[in-house]
Each structure stands twice: as structure tokens, then as C-alpha cells.
């Protein structure tokens, strides 16, 4: 294949969302274990929005590259690939780089499309469906009959969480700040909504299980939700962190870590080592594909932004406002 040039979205020195343009850079090389895939849709993370402001850089290995998941076809094959050939359809996580024509990915990482699913819909699913297995059902643990909160109900994560757990049977609680938000949860699956201007979460999840709490949380909000996710998990209970949309250092009374007996845990997927989402990878083809093929699980789209309006898709995801996942359209499909 002759390289030629790609466009890209480049973040240049970093800062608010209209820094992110249109550029030009050569199409990546696939090293060994890599597929070059032509991208189809790219998918819109918070983890993007904080790299292109400055505070979360790539790892040193990763492409500088704003992007971390995509769907399209391979067009070029790194030395040793065996599990993907010329011209295959897939979704994968990317290290980097998805917000362009062309990103090489990791071959453990990719997953084939979903049957009935197009590629704009798989492109909605690496980051979510990777996030939420790893930190919900390899880190918490969930099983069928538990009660699960996640806050930040409407969003990618969020409604990827609410669905999940519903299918592997859990009871699902979740946080989220409207009531068309609410509705959008309800029909993911969420047993309850709360809105957390108007209601109380902890009296609420309280009220909702006899007293008794839920027994895992994933949050992604952190400051004072820290000391009530505390009081709102059941005896045993688990806390999974994944981000901070408010403070990371804040007090917090801990007594109650050990009267409930309790498990604080977090991660982070992208400093994960490429066989740690080589087996999420693998999991989620088991487990979660058929659920998708069926029909169980499926993403929610707000809204598709050409490549050229990113500074748009990032301005919508930093206000907080949309329902579901903000994709860029790349090659289309």
C-alpha cells in the first residue's frame, strides 16, 4: 500500500475546545502485532477532551493523536498478525490516534462487528464496553441478584453500565441530573433513576433496598460523592473509581470502610499493558458479543459530528448536555 497523506485532528498546544483542526501527517505504519484499519467512525471520550486541555497526555508509546476507539476495515497488516486479514471489518481500542483517516491498532484489541450492527454503532462500543466489563465485573465483581449504582447514568459509560448489569441480572440504580435523562435510563433498564438536583442519591437508594444499600457503585464523579457512596453501599459493598468530574482530594470519614466491611478500587483502561485488553478483548467476545447480537445490549448515539467539527463534538461533551455517545464520521459506511 502506498502511504500517503492523512488528514487528522490536531490539538496543537492544548486548551479549549476550538484549538482542535484539521492537519495533515503521514499514514501510520502497522508494527508488529498491528492492523492499519481505515476508519470508518471514531468514537468521543472524555479521556480526549481532558488530553486535548493538557491534563491527561498519552502514554510514550501511544500515538499523540487524539482518539481511542474506532470501526473500519484493514487495509495494511504489521508483521506476525494472524487474526485479522486484508479487507476485515472490525471495532477496536485504540492507544491513540482514532480521531483520523487511518490508526493502527493493537490486533488483541480489535473485536469482529457485531452481527446486525453497523460500523457506526461498533464504534460506539470499545471504550464503554472495555471500561465497564474491566471495572464492573473484573474488579467488582457483579453478580446476578446484587444491586448495582452507577453514576452518570445518561452517558456513554453510564447507560453501557446500566445495560450490562441489567442483562447479567443485577438490580440498577443510577445517578443523573434531568428528567429526559431519567427517562433515557429507564429505558436502558435502570430499576431506578434519580435525579441528584432534586433527590437525595443515598436517601434514595436507601429507601429503594429496605435500608440495606447496594452493593457495588461505580463512580466517576468523586469530591462529596466519596463520603456518600460510603454511606450508601450495603455490608460488603464495593466502590469502583474510574474518573473525577469533580475534585480528586477531598475528606472523607473512613470508619465506615471497616464497620461495612467495604472495598475501595479503581483503574484506569489506558495505561493497561497490551495483554490486560487483550483478555478484556477476549471476555467480551464470549460474553458480552452474543448479547449484543441479540439485541440485549445496544449503544445509544446522541449525535454523529463530520471529522472537521470535533471542536463541536468536544464542546457538546463538555457540557454535559448530550444523552448517550457523540461520534465523529470518518470514512462512513
Known amino acids: 500500500m502506498t502511504m500517503t497523506p492523512m488528514n487528522y485532528v490536531a490539538h496543537g498546544a492544548g486548551g479549549a475546545p476550538d484549538i482542535l483542526k ?14 492499519l484499519v481505515k476508519v470508518a467512525y471514531a468514537g468521543v471520550n472524555r479521556p480526549d477532551c481532558l488530553q486535548r486541555s493538557g491534563r491527561y497526555p498519552p502514554p510514550p508509546s501511544a500515538s499523540p493523536i487524539l482518539g481511542l476507539e474506532a470501526s473500519g476495515h484493514v487495509v495494511a497488516l504489521g508483521e506476525g498478525v494472524t487474526r485479522w486479514k486484508m479487507g476485515d471489518a472490525l471495532c477496536g481500542l485504540a492507544n491513540g490516534g482514532a480521531y483520523a483517516e487511518y490508526v493502527c491498532l493493537p490486533e488483541g484489541q480489535c473485536l469482529p462487528i457485531p452481527q446486525g450492527m453497523s460500523l457506526l454503532q461498533a464504534a460506539a462500543l470499545p471504550e464503554n464496553y472495555f471500561t465497564v466489563w474491566t471495572n464492573v465485573f473484573q474488579r467488582g465483581h457483579l453478580k446476578a441478584g446484587e444491586s448495582f449504582l452507577v453514576h452518570g447514568g445518561s452517558s456513554g ?7 450490562l448489569a ?6 440498577v440504580f443510577c445517578t443523573v441530573g434531568n428528567a429526559d435523562k431519567v427517562q433515557a435510563c429507564v429505558k436502558a433498564g435502570a430499576n431506578v433513576a434519580i435525579n441528584y438536583k ?12 429496605a435500608q440495606q444499600g447496594v452493593n457495588i457503585i461505580l463512580d466517576m464523579v468523586g469530591g462529596d460523592y466519596m463520603q456518600r457512596n460510603l454511606q450508601a453501599l450495603a455490608v460488603d459493598g464495593r466502590l469502583v473509581q ?7 482530594k477531598t475528606e472523607v470519614d473512613w470508619i465506615g470502610l471497616m464497620v ?74
Open 157 to 163: 459509560i453510564g447507560l453501557t453500565a446500566i445495560q
Open 242 to 248: 474510574i474518573a473525577f468530574l469533580q475534585p480528586s
Open 260 to 333: 461495612k466491611r467495604l472495598t475501595f478500587t479503581g483503574s484506569t483502561l489506558r495505561p493497561r499493558t497490551a495483554a490486560d485488553k487483550a483478555q478484556m478483548a477476549k471476555e467480551l467476545h464470549e460474553q458480552v458479543w452474543p448479547l449484543l447480537e441479540k439485541g440485549q445490549c445496544q449503544p445509544v448515539i446522541h449525535q454523529v459530528f463530520d471529522l472537521a467539527e470535533a471542536a463541536q463534538a468536544h464542546a457538546l461533551m463538555e457540557s454535559s448536555t448530550h444523552i448517550g455517545k457523540i461520534m465523529l464520521k470518518v470514512a462512513g459506511g
Open 166 to 171: 441489567k442483562a447479567f441480572g443485577a438490580r
Open 22 to 35: 484539521l492537519a495533515q501527517t503521514s499514514v501510520p505504519t502497522p508494527g508488529p502485532g498491528e492492523v
Open 198 to 209: 432534586t433527590q437525595d442519591f443515598v436517601a434514595e437508594v436507601m429507601n429503594a433496598s
